[in-house]
């Protein structure tokens, strides 16, 4: 029997608890508001503080951490960077182990301009946490970012990609790979159409001041 497992929690999950992929899908607005205010808390940060640094509005805060605000690419991004914590520490729950599925059409979608995420896969690996995504971008249309936490891998799938990484430049097309430094200001373009790729988001001992959850294993324990 095939199954797929998506990680999230129940809305209503105590603050601070652990969570579990058993407990069933649910929504990244949920696993958001669980690990926001725990991250933000355990930086010693206000919500006035977080909002100053990631420029991002505090009543906007406010709601992703009630679990009542719409995240988009660009806010988790931001938070990403500026508490410098991988993207799945904001996103995901504890996993159990066995056979795991994912099914393109039940990952819940991180939506921005031009551009639709989905959170396939967060991989830990001794010291290296590694995050797979589906990522599409739209036709003639381009993402840009300033930077955040990690080294970017991407490997397209169909349709004609432009990449930017401080001033450099390069086209690919299906089946070519690029890799750079994340925290350089970087962009993507949809040269020809729309554009489908594989994104892997890797990050090192360095990059991962705190653990993704209450229990997590310690830096150097590979998750089972």
Request: glycine fraction near 12%; charge should be neutral.
């Amino acid at each position: 029997m095939r199954r797929g497992t998506r990680s999230g929690t129940r809305s209503g999950t105590r603050e601070g608890a652990a969570v579990s992929a058993e407990d069933g899908p649910v929504s990244i607005r949920d696993m958001l508001a669980v690990n926001l205010k725990r991250l933000r808390t355990r930086r010693g940060l206000s919500l006035s503080e977080l909002s100053r640094r990631s420029k991002i509005g505090k009543a906007t805060l406010s709601q992703l951490e009630s679990g009542t605000g719409n995240p988009t690419i660009e806010t988790v991004f931001g938070l990403s960077r500026v508490l410098e914590v991988p993207i799945s520490d904001l996103l995901d729950a504890r996993e159990t182990g066995g056979l795991r599925v994912v099914r393109a059409a039940e990952v819940e979608v991180l939506s921005g301009e031009g551009l639709d995420l989905r959170p396939l896969r967060r991989i830990e690996s001794g010291d290296t946490v590694f995050e797979v995504y589906d990522q599409q971008l739209s036709a003639d249309s381009r993402r840009d970012s300033l930077g955040h936490v990690g080294t970017e891998h991407t490997v397209v799938q169909s349709g004609r990609l432009g990449v930017r990484v401080e001033g450099e430049e390069a086209e690919l097309g299906p089946g070519d790979y690029v890799g750079f430094d994340a925290s350089l200001p970087h962009s993507y373009t949809a040269l020809d159409g729309p554009v489908r790729s594989v994104l892997l988001l890797q990050y090192g001992r360095d990059q991962r001041p705190l653990p993704p959850y209450p229990g997590a294993p310690a830096d150097g324990e590979a998750a089972r």
